[in-house]
């Protein structure tokens, strides 16, 4: 664990990013509790819990539930920005999500703040880094005045997998989680500062400057419920305290950060992880699925 030397190394190429305290945003699931697709008004209802705290969303593919047609307009209603994504694992999905962009990303310029194109493909083994690059100019195309730009694993940034699709991004989305990597709580912190510090380095070593990249931390968070993954524990304890000292501490720094998520998806089913372990992300909302807050989350 080098939190202590690198993180402040790293910070300190990056002047622009540490000018001030960074944003904090949340991802947003386009499902009600019960697994039906949300509206315009289900929408509303969320962005006026989290307008309390943040005003920017993201989502993962901009034509799932309609999630563009419904979002948007609520993101205007509530003063809101969203980043909108597109899934490029298959062709259909694509082209799902480019059309939809299409429709939409000028009716609603000033809510659009950015679209992601592939949400962890590099980690999945999905795509390649210059696959997405390509697709991500192809979204380019039918949103030309847009930020575009993709979210992945950290070690996908820090092993070159995805240099091909850094270098023509407006932004990048670093996910990492410390709890996927079965740290203890005592240790998480530190071990996500690390790995948000090798991401950013290797991405500012490709793009050269701060200058022609915005960086945030895509995903990040910890489970309230659910079973051990190694030596990590679902806990709200635990989770309350990952927030405060991870994500309170990476937007101290200057960094923007994106909590995962919102509130809890009841109706995911359970998977499991590459070690075979249960990965249960049902509960990773810092609200109930009921929009009832589970600890505070004031930094």
Not at 60 to 84: E, H, I, M, R, T
Not at 271 to 280: H, R
Request: charged content about 20%; aromatic content about 12%.
């Amino acid at each position: 664990m080098r939190f202590t030397s690198v993180l402040p190394l790293a910070l300190a190429a990056a002047p622009v990013a540490v000018s001030a305290a960074g944003t904090l945003g949340f991802a947003l699931g386009t499902k009600k509790p019960d697994g039906t697709c949300k509206y315009q008004q289900d929408y509303e209802t969320d962005l006026d819990v989290i307008g309390t705290k943040a005003k920017i969303v993201r989502g993962y593919s901009a034509s799932d539930c309609n999630a563009a047609q419904y979002l948007l307009p609520a993101a205007k209603a509530k003063g809101f920005k969203v980043v909108l994504g597109v899934w490029p694992d298959t062709d259909e999905a694509f082209n799902l999500d480019k059309g939809v962009i299409q429709q939409y990303a000028s009716q609603y310029s000033d809510q659009l703040y950015a679209i992601t194109v592939g949400s962890e493909a590099l980690y999945r083994g999905s795509l390649t880094g210059e696959t997405i690059a390509s697709k991500l100019l192809e979204i380019k195309k039918v949103a030309p005045n847009a930020k575009l730009g993709t979210a992945d694993s950290w070690n996908k940034y820090v092993d070159g997998s995805a240099d091909a699709v850094v270098k023509v991004a407006d932004i990048i989305l670093v996910n990492a989680f410390s709890y996927w990597q079965g740290q203890d709580i005592k240790n998480a912190t530190g071990s996500f500062f690390d790995d948000i510090a090798q991401a950013t380095a290797h991405i500012q070593n490709i793009k050269g400057s701060t200058d022609g990249v915005e960086l945030w931390v895509g995903e990040t968070g910890w489970p309230t419920e659910g079973d051990d993954y190694e030596k990590a524990h679902p806990s709200i304890e635990n989770a309350k305290t990952y927030f405060h000292s991870a994500l309170c501490g990476i937007k101290a720094w200057g960094f923007n950060v994106f909590s995962f998520e919102a509130f809890d998806e009841p109706w995911k089913p359970v998977s499991k992880g590459q070690n075979g372990q249960v990965a249960d992300e049902r509960h990773w909302g810092v609200w109930n699925a009921d929009r009832s807050p589970k600890f505070d989350i004031n930094c």
